[in-house]
């Protein structure tokens, strides 16, 4: 790492830094493309020493003395965010499209190719990226999660991609009455029940008519509400009978579904959703795919508003040494101030381990994702 000593002048309140900055003792202060905001973060700063690592471009580079304008490095959360909407549009409008199957598949790519890009990143974006309408964002959502558990199974690249594209198109025949019945707060009539128990094999039947050929693809839609003990639907299959990946879809399914905000509730703490996946799986899902999920995703997954010992409020973002001992990022302080940088904290230290868990309205802070991991996780 090339370094070298910087002033107060070289960080320009609004606009984003141009180097990774460091403390003297060597600690990473702020992430490349991390954006200060106000003079006193500027000044917290200054006192505790600041290096850039220059040995990371500012945005341009000098061939044959002129300058020439680096390629700007991809974004796991622009990436995410673009997918969910094309998804949107695409599925929206599925009986016009052409080439549904290519379409989807090119989707598949982008955000697969995001998701192991940087998984933390992408992960986060299933707590902290609750924005977009909530249907390609769900199915989305769901796609990220049975990638990583598909990756923990050694699974073909080949086979990932179709698991991907029809996470991405589980709910296809139900998508614009899905974002309606996400605002519903009374009970759901006949017809809406009906439409939900037949949305497997609809969305099987409106893949086909739209070009969709591949068997697997459409089995693990058809199958993807179903259980092991065959109290799922729309046959009631029990568990030999049942796709595997079919299973990964319904596990991914059950946790982006409890975790997500609905207007007339409170999303479910993510470990709390854990643990009503866990209690499921004694009957209803295959224990070993479920002891894989809980692996891949830790007790507080990321993206899981947490309490530390200190007093300090934070969030999870990144697999620690344990299932239940993340790395963190502070955001408020002990007394409840706001940080000037989040700091990264080790939950497995003791005086910094998690106390309780929180929901995004016990913490009063504005942030970005990009505040967090930098520029890969920027708009």
Not at 120 to 147: F, K, M, P
Not at 346 to 373: G, Y
Request: glycine letters at 8%.
């Amino acid at each position: 790492m090339s370094t070298r000593r910087i002033g107060m002048s070289d960080i320009v309140i609004g606009q984003a830094l141009q180097w990774d900055v460091y403390g003297n003792d060597g600690s990473l202060l702020l992430r490349r493309g991390f954006i200060v905001t106000n003079p006193n973060q500027v000044s917290a700063l200054a006192e505790r020493g600041l290096f850039a690592d220059t040995g990371k471009t500012d945005g341009s580079n000098l061939r044959d003395g002129k300058a020439e304008k680096a390629t700007e490095a991809p974004s796991v959360v622009r990436t995410i965010i673009g997918v969910r909407t094309e998804l949107r549009r695409l599925l929206y409008n599925i009986n016009t499209e052409t080439n549904v199957q290519g379409q989807v598949i090119s989707l598949a790519k982008k955000m697969g190719a995001a998701v192991f890009m940087d998984s933390d990143v992408a992960l986060g974006c299933i707590l902290l990226s609750q924005d977009e309408n909530y249907g390609a964002r769900h199915s989305v959502d769901t796609a990220i999660v049975s990638l990583l558990i598909a990756r923990a199974l050694k699974k073909p690249p080949e086979e990932m991609l179709t698991l991907a594209a029809a996470a991405m198109t589980m709910n296809v025949a139900m998508l614009r009455q899905q974002e309606k019945l996400q605002d519903k707060i009374d009970a759901l009539s006949s017809a809406e029940q009906e439409l939900i128990s037949q949305h497997p094999q609809s969305g099987v039947t409106m893949l086909r008519a739209a070009g969709v050929d591949n068997e697997d693809w459409l089995s693990w839609v058809l199958n993807h509400h179903e259980s092991d003990d065959g109290s799922g639907y729309p046959t009631g299959k029990t568990s030999t009978d049942i796709p595997q990946n079919a299973k990964i879809i319904s596990l991914a399914d059950r946790y982006c579904a409890r975790v997500c905000i609905r207007s007339y509730r409170k999303s479910m703490l993510p470990n709390a959703a854990l643990r009503d996946i866990l209690v499921e799986g004694k009957t209803r899902i295959d224990p070993m795919l479920v002891t894989v999920f809980i692996k891949e995703l830790g007790t507080y997954p990321i993206g899981t508003f947490v309490k530390l010992e200190s007093g300090e409020t934070a969030v999870v973002t990144g697999k620690g040494a344990t299932t239940t001992t993340p790395y963190v990022h502070v955001l408020l302080g002990p007394r409840g101030a706001a940080m000037s940088v989040p700091g990264r904290r080790d939950t497995q230290n003791p005086l910094m381990a998690i106390r309780e868990v929180l929901h995004r309205d016990q913490v009063p802070v504005k942030f970005t994702m990009r505040h967090l991991w930098g520029d890969i996780a920027r708009l």
